[in-house]
């Protein structure tokens, strides 16, 4: 149980163009789920949480203009990197809280190539 | 100070060895705890999740919670080269914030 996907795994794009990932939580609701870059051999960063039906909390320092956050259900999230850069590329996982309410699920990742 | 500090390692060890992995943190307000594992180029994966002081067992994985000294391990048993990944601990509080605060991470490789 506890299952999140991610779409794309790997998206490679034009600078200046727009780029969705979606998040889905597969056989669990998730009134939260959060979104995080990870650049290489670094830990985890927090991009923004975001709640089913509300606007996303965005951490110190995250463009909520350039990474908008839709979370429209209770089973979906997608981050839109609009206009992106090649300083943009990383690797952007998602999470969802889980069942229990503490602990998160992560996807498995989408990597972003700005070229 | 960090609220959560972990050696980054690298740490490389034998096939068959017993893997200590450590992190401290600062945070009283701190009441449940995860480890996460993370290979190359994937998403983190929940291996233990716990809320009390002492030890949580799972197969070769054991974690371990010392709230007094706010220190946090996880040991593995019969290390398979299967286990080298990067092991990163996380820590949250109850009632508090829903962030998690995550360790740098811990890059572990068993040789065969």
């Known amino acids: 149980g506890a299952v999140v996907s991610q779409h794309p795994s790997w998206v490679i794009c034009k600078s200046g163009t727009s780029v969705k990932i979606e998040c889905r939580s597969l056989?669990?609701?998730?009134?939260?789920m959060f979104w995080y870059r990870q650049f290489p051999k670094q830990s985890l960063m927090l991009m923004a949480t975001?709640?089913?039906?509300?606007?996303?909390?965005?951490e110190q320092g995250v463009e909520k203009d350039k990474f908008l956050i839709n979370h429209a259900s209770l089973t979906l999230s997608t981050l839109t990197v609009t206009s992106a850069h090649p300083e943009d590329s990383s690797f952007y996982i998602c999470?969802?809280?889980?069942?229990?309410?503490?602990?998160?699920?992560f996807g498995p990742g989408t990597r972003l190539l700005v070229l | 100070q960090k609220e959560v500090e972990q050696d980054p390692g690298p740490l490389s060890v034998p096939e068959g060895a017993i893997v200590s992995l450590n992190c401290t943190y600062s945070n009283s307000a701190f009441q449940y705890f995860m480890w996460y594992r993370q290979y190359s180029r994937k998403g983190p994966e929940l291996l233990m999740y716990?809320?009390?002081?002492g030890n949580k067992e799972d197969g070769r994985f054991t974690a371990q919670v010392d709230k007094s000294s706010k220190y946090i391990s996880l040991f593995i048993r019969d290390s398979q080269p299967s286990d080298s990944a990067t092991y990163l601990c996380a820590t949250g509080s109850q009632g508090g914030s829903e962030k998690l605060v995550f360790g740098k991470g811990t890059k572990l490789t068993v040789n065969p």
């Open positions: 975001s709640n089913e039906g509300s606007k996303a909390t965005y």
């Open positions: 716990t809320y009390s002081s």
């Open positions: 056989d669990f609701q998730a009134t939260t």
């Open positions: 999470s969802a809280r889980g069942p229990e309410g503490e602990t998160q699920y």
